[in-house]
């Protein structure tokens, strides 16, 4: 058992997957127990192909393991059917991906409020959420901005207050600086420390990237997978 933290917000148990190529089967997660506390920053690493994006795709509620539990919360999210899940999602997981999946005709302010259209929220109760997101990533003067002009690290910014605008529990982030200069990245795990360490989120981070990994408070390294440990900094 690979322990990150006491009092786990995520709680993974002899979880296992595979996918069907063809007439083959290719396991790519076995066995996989992991504890993810609340208020943690854990960063997994491994080659491409371990396992990484799998296994957060999992945790995030996006994909299915073919056994074993996952409890976000203390819910069991593997037994929620598919219309329950995504109910799930949205209140409680907050995505950021490598190449920001913002929607190009839409402005910042609009791609952020975007989550919120969902919810029973009033006109005046959006605009005040999505205005103060947008100045906690330091946005506060692109709200009208298209995502065609804003650079790399500003769009990701508008992907992250994105993630945060329905104050999820969790937040994911699948190579969050893969496509940024590192001037750009080190702005941007600094933001997602500080989101971590002000505002308590707890996060999950895949990198391939010791600098970004670095940014987070304990790694999980898998190989072929499986876990091959897990430790603070």
Known sequence: MNSVSPAPLVEIRHVAKSYRRGTQIVPVLTDISLDIGEGDFVALMGP??????????????????????????GLDITRLDEASLAD???????????FYNLMPVLTAFENVE?????????????RER???????????????????ELSG????????????ITDPALIVADEP???LDRASA?????LLQRLNAELGKTIVMVTHDA???????????????????????
């Open 114 to 126: 975007l989550p919120l259209m969902l919810t029973r929220l009033s006109r005046r109760e959006r």
């Open 130 to 148: 999505v205005a103060l997101v947008l100045d906690m990533v330091n946005l506060g003067d692109r709200t009208s901005h298209y995502p065609s």
């Open 153 to 164: 690290g500003q769009q990701q910014r508008v992907a992250i207050a994105r993630a945060l």
């Open 211 to 233: 600098h970004a990994a670095g940014a987070a408070k304990a790694l999980v390294h898998l190989e072929k997978g499986e876990l091959i440990d897990g430790h603070p900094h």
């Open 186 to 190: 080190t702005d941007v795990l600094a």
């Open 177 to 179: 600086t893969g496509d």
């Open 48 to 73: 491409s192909g371990s396992g990484k994006s799998t296994l957060l795709n999992l945790v995030a509620g996006i994909d299915r393991p073919d056994q074993g539990e996952l409890r976000v919360g």
């Open 88 to 98: 799930w999602r949205a209140a409680n997981v907050g995505f950021i991906f490598q």
